[in-house]
């Protein structure tokens, strides 16, 4: 029988759990983008009459959730021009960065965000800042102007190797750098727990929403050790992948909830019957 190992750091994390508690206790509402990244439960959200929007027009019925990973602050405006009420499911530890910015503008700082400029998150924390500088990765810094006084923050699913990298290019190119790695604790944890496994077994799942960015870094992670692949459900596994292999490990997105991985160990124990 193959050995599959479920990684200890999985399904979702306080801040998704805490989200969709907020929600759960309330009736119908507009969820401002997916409230997580994962299909399945959004799915199960929009059974119960609470509806997904991706922009608000006046239309949509109140309240106006926003998600675990915050919005842009013209969001929270137009909400409140238009008359509507706000649930704002913010993880804490997002709002965080907010404040590490501003701490770091209040000193002087231009303040550099290491993150994707595309992901909600990012647009979010960019939009309480004065002059905020994106970066993702050496290409993108390399091509950025730096002023002498910087302060750096990051995304909270960002991977901490790669910006520890980051932080080391930016650091002769200023003269003074302050610097709040502000990737959460649940994401570190993850990557670790994802670093650790991919070294010991034959073949790694990971499981989450095809845009989830944290799963991406997991799977990008796991990739530099073994054969890894990126699932979102058990219908996308495929029994050639565990053939000859006996070690299999499982790690999951923030975003992923717990039946869904039971649902892949399930799947490949179902490979094994002849
Ligand atoms: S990944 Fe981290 S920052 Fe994002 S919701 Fe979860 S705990 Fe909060």
Same mark, same amino acid.
């Given at each position: ?11 979702f994390?306080?801040g ?5 508690d907020?929600v759960?206790?309330?009736?119908p509402v ?9 299909k399945?439960?959004?799915a199960?959200?929009e059974?119960q009459g609470?509806r ?16 675990? %990973?915050?919005? &842009? #602050? !013209?969001n ?9 009420? /706000?649930? *704002?499911? $913010? ?18 700082c231009?303040v550099?965000?290491?993150g994707?400029? %595309?992901?909600? &998150? #990012? !647009? ?10 994106? /970066?993702? *990765?050496? $290409?993108e810094?390399?091509?950025?102007t730096?002023?002498e ?16 990298k980051?932080?080391?290019l930016i650091?002769?190119?200023?003269k ?9 604790a ?5 990557q670790i ?10 073949v ?6 095809f845009?989830?960015s ?7 992670m ?12 058990c ?9 000859g292999?006996q ?5 999951a ?12 160990c399930r799947?490949?124990?179902?490979f094994?019957?002849?």
């Amino acid at each position: 029988m193959k050995n599959i190992i479920v990684a200890e750091a999985q399904g979702f994390c306080w801040g998704v759990r805490r989200a969709l508690d907020i929600v759960a206790d309330h009736g119908p509402v507009s969820i401002l983008g997916d409230l997580i990244h994962n299909k399945q439960v959004v799915a199960q959200l929009e059974a119960q009459g609470k509806r997904v929007i991706h922009e608000i027009s006046g239309e949509e019925q109140n309240p106006i959730v926003i998600t675990a %990973h915050g919005t &842009e #602050v !013209k969001n929270f405006e137009r909400a409140y021009s238009l008359g509507k009420e /706000v649930v *704002d499911t $913010t993880c804490p530890l997002v709002s965080k960065i907010y404040e590490a910015g501003l701490e770091f503008e209040a000193l002087g700082c231009q303040v550099l965000i290491i993150g994707d400029r %595309h992901h909600v &998150e #990012v !647009k979010g924390i960019a939009s309480r800042m004065e002059a905020p500088i994106v /970066v993702n *990765d050496e $290409t993108e810094l390399a091509q950025a102007t730096l002023p002498e006084k910087l302060g750096v923050i990051s995304q909270s699913t960002f991977s901490p190797k790669k910006f520890d990298k980051l932080v080391e290019l930016i650091r002769p190119r200023v003269k003074e750098l302050l610097v709040a790695n502000t990737i959460c604790a649940p994401t570190k944890k993850r990557q670790i727990a994802a670093e650790e496994l991919a070294k010991k077994v034959e073949v790694m799942i990971v499981v989450g929403g095809f845009h989830s960015s944290n799963t991406k870094k997991l799977h990008a992670m796991a990739q530099q050790y073994v054969e890894s692949y990126h699932i979102e459900v058990c219908d996308h596994l495929k029994k050639e992948w565990f053939e000859g292999k006996q070690e299999i490990g499982i790690i999951a997105g923030a975003s992923t909830a717990d039946w869904i991985i039971e649902e892949v160990c399930r799947r490949i124990r179902e490979f094994e019957t002849p």
